[in-house]
């Protein structure tokens, strides 16, 4: 009779493994011709759901020049994905009644309390009196007025007078320096008015730092990285696993060329005794450890593990929109979605992008990774490459919308 339960259950398992695979070809295909089409180097997908991993294969190469094959395990600069682990963070120290949601900054850094704010009129910059504090809940939905040059090209000058572009860690020694130079620049807008995606989650670094009297690297290694189980997250990677990074690519004449330091810094991960922690998008990370960071939030009220990073009442306020009516604006675009503290939320029409159910929440990084979490479905989707500019969203939202055809149809 064991033996009989036995093969039935090996039979079951063989099944559904056949079946899984034949279901999620179309995840394979769509990918792999990517790499045929010299459009990505190589790139690793995964997909859970229920807190199981249903899905997790790699594709192409992590190095074109030394023909290294890409592994499930291998390490990608995640870029702005770092702002949804800080986020929490901070959504921790909130928890424990160390700081409170509402804050004025300047409470923490009274440097700020004295920042004005540009006015662009007729061509003409000017500066106006601020009218109301940022406050920590500013900071976490991107609505401080601490934009980037990205987002408001006269203000470009601007950014490097105040010597505040995309190279943080290679201006400044630490957070707390930078966000000294941040309360020094005036707002590109007022506080509230807008959402306006830069320098914010710096700041919110650096006041993980000054609360906890922790760098930020070893709070968030103590307080989400180590109770996870996530094992191969940091801003700069030990030697040991430094082979394990992928390259970065850029396409030209249809063929892919490596990105070296030479034009852009993508060799920050392999710095030594850095100081500096960009907690707007400094960390490098693994599918496997990322989906263990999104499956504590997915499911830490039913979950029966003893490790839960926010409380459920935290977590629903992190997920609610915190834009009010206003447009959530990326990159100069109108978005067809929200945001919540530290998380893109979908919208109904938000759907029809990748046919997420509402309140679903996202983002991703400069190198085209990204991550998708659709509570109703229990589903999370990852999907991570090493592609410089950020042009592959079209792909990366394909691939969430052909996850959940296949995710209904079983």
């Known amino acids: 009779m064991n033996k009989f339960l036995l093969s ?124 109301r504090s940022i406050t920590i809940r500013d900071l976490l939905s991107h609505q401080s007025g601490i934009a980037s040059a990205d987002e408001y090209p006269y203000l470009k000058n601007e950014y490097s007078k105040f010597g505040l572009g995309n190279n943080g860690w290679m201006s400044f020694e630490n957070l707390k320096a930078e966000i000294s ?16 995606y830069g320098l914010s989650t710096n700041v919110l670094g650096g006041l993980i730092e000054l609360i906890s009297k922790q760098n930020l690297a070893t709070y968030l290694d103590q307080h989400i990285f180590k109770p996870l189980g996530m094992k191969d997250t940091y801003f700069y990677l030990p030697t040991k696993k430094q082979h394990r990074l992928v390259k970065v690519y850029k396409k030209q004449d249809n063929t892919l060329l490596e990105v070296t330091s030479n034009s852009m810094p993508v060799d920050y991960p392999l710095s030594t005794h850095q100081t500096y922690f960009s907690a707007i998008g400094g960390l490098t990370s693994t599918t496997y450890d990322y989906f263990l960071f999104l499956n504590d939030l997915l499911n830490s009220s039913s979950s029966s593990s003893a490790v839960h990073l926010l409380k459920a009442t935290t977590l629903k306020l992190m997920l609610t929109n915190q834009l009010g009516d206003k447009t959530f604006i990326f990159g100069g675009f109108p978005s067809q979605n929200q945001f919540g503290l530290g998380v893109g939320l979908t919208t109904l029409k938000g759907q029809t992008m990748n046919k997420a159910s509402v309140g679903s929440f996202f983002w991703g990084g400069a190198f085209n990774t990204a991550y998708m979490v659709d509570p109703k479905r229990n589903l999370i989707t990852l999907f991570y490459f090493q592609r ?17 055809e296949i995710i209904d149809q079983q």
Do not use: W
């Open 8 to 131: 039935l259950f090996i039979s079951i398992h063989c099944f559904t493994s056949i079946a899984n695979a034949q279901a999620f070809q179309r995840i394979d295909s769509t990918i792999q011709a990517e790499v045929d089409q010299h459009n990505i180097a190589g790139g690793v997908a995964l997909i859970a759901q229920n807190g199981k991993i249903i899905y997790h294969k790699a594709f192409g190469y992590a190095d074109l020049s030394n023909e290294t094959i890409m592994t499930k395990d291998a390490i990608f600069r995640i870029a702005s994905q770092t702002k949804a682990i800080v986020s929490v963070g901070v959504l921790q120290l909130i928890e424990q009644g160390l700081i409170q949601l509402d804050d004025p900054i300047e409470k923490y850094f009274p440097e700020f309390a004295a920042q004005k704010v540009y006015q662009y009129q007729s061509g003409q910059l000017s500066l106006v009196d601020r009218e």
């Open 181 to 196: 130079q941040i309360a020094k620049m005036p707002l590109a807008h007022q506080p509230g008015a807008r959402f306006s």
């Open 388 to 404: 410089t500019p950020f042009v592959l969203p079209p792909l990366l939202s394909k691939l969430e919308k052909t996850t959940i």
